[in-house]
């Protein structure tokens, strides 16, 4: 059986490790070359857990740090620091040398892997030969023109390298805000920093990112750069005759953090595989479609840094992991909306 992979990002990576391991034979066909791998930025973050969907150990020279401790403010305002937060149980990473590994471990298990080469709706034909194509490529230039993308969505995120703060190499920043957030992210002797959120507009974004500069006297060492992530949850199908979807071109990212490589990981262990839906749809599914959900609803509240300052550190962990079920959150919520 031969399959088409179209994205060399985690997703696409994970596809082709575990298919050509599986015994298919895979070519992967990746738009950039492969020093600008990943081209895209990210904050780099993973919980521990992610590593679970890969071969890797958590000892390899891709982990930068170890993060322990969340430091959250609300808009400039400190609020707590929580230790042993689960979901800081995590690492950030050197994401250009997580895919080389990735790469690697695809390419020994017979994986063929093509940079340079974008690939549009115009070479489909040529693709004929193949008789699996699963769109990894981030946005489904592929499958977004065969299955229903009316619920996927978008929004803005800008991310930089900085150096010179004094937060610790164990502890990550996050920065709440009404209708998104922003995060430093000690990484190395760098900081990965950044701000994303829904209807922000790019020059607003800018100094939200210039405030937390500022305030953690950071010196940028790059320039921002800007890009989006998906957060309308999974799209509906991701199987269409040949074609399938997988990762964040299937909307595969946890819509209250922006956290996608877990999931995209996670997708490539099951796309090539017959009961693909099936398996997502009872496992991953829900809880993407859940963090949607409280996303839509966590909009519409006023106030919201009261909220956080009054949230449990369970809850403000169930929140970012998507991890709870909707019925608790919701009259955590109906009794702060009753009680204000
Ligand atoms: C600023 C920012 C910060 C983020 N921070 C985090 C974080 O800290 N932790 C986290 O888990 N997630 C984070 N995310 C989300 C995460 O980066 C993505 O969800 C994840 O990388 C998705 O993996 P993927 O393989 O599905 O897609 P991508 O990583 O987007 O990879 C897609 C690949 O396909 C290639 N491609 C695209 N079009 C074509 C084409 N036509 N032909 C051939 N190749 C093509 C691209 O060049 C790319 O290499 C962040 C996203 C952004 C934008």
């Excluded at 115009?122 to 946005?139: C, K, Q, V, W, Y």
């Excluded at 900085?162 to 992210?185: H, M, Q």
């Excluded at 953090?257 to 599914?285: C, H, M, P, S, W």
Aim: glycine content about 10%; overall charge positive; aromatic content about 12%.
């Amino acid at each position: 059986m031969k399959i088409a992979v179209i994205g060399a990002g985690p997703a696409g990576l994970s596809t082709a490790y575990n298919a050509s391991k599986d015994g298919f034979d895979v070519v992967l066909y990746e738009a950039d070359l492969l020093e600008k791998v990943p081209s895209k930025p990210c904050g780099e973050a993973i919980p521990k857990g992610a590593l679970y969907y890969t071969p890797f150990k958590g000892d390899e020279d891709f982990i930068l740090n170890r993060i322990k401790q969340v430091r959250f403010y609300w808009e400039g305002e400190f609020i707590r620091e929580i230790k042993n937060f689960p979901l800081a149980e995590g690492f950030i990473i050197d994401k250009k040398k997580f895919l080389r590994s990735l790469i690697e471990l695809a390419e020994s298990e017979g994986a063929k892997i093509i940079f340079g080469k974008r690939i549009t709706i115009r070479d489909l034909p040529n693709l004929e030969r193949f008789d699996m194509i699963i769109d990894a490529s981030g946005i489904g230039v592929i499958a977004q023109h065969f299955l229903d993308y009316k619920n996927y969505r978008r929004i803005p995120v800008l991310q930089a390298y900085a150096k010179g703060s004094d937060i610790p190499e164990d502890t990550i920043v996050f920065w709440g805000l009404a209708r998104g957030y922003a995060w430093v992210f000690p990484r190395g002797d760098l900081y990965n920093i950044g701000v994303g959120g829904v209807n922000y507009s790019p020059q607003e974004l800018r100094r939200i990112l210039e405030e937390l500069i500022s305030h953690f006297n950071l010196k940028l060492v790059t320039n921002i750069r800007g890009s989006s992530v998906s957060v309308g949850g999974p799209i509906k199908r991701l199987v269409t005759n040949r074609i399938r979807v997988v990762g964040e071109a299937a909307g595969m990212v946890m819509p209250l953090t922006g956290e996608g490589i877990r999931y995209a990981l996670i997708g490539g262990q099951i796309v090539y595989k017959d009961d693909y839906e099936e398996i997502f749809n009872k496992t991953i599914r829900k809880k993407l479609e859940r963090g949607a959900f409280l996303l839509k609803i966590v909009l519409k509240i006023p106030n919201k840094g009261r909220l956080a300052r009054k949230a449990s550190d369970e809850l403000l962990y169930r929140f970012f992991e998507g991890d709870f079920r909707l019925t608790d959150v919701l009259k955590v919520l109906a009794k702060y909306i009753s009680i204000k």
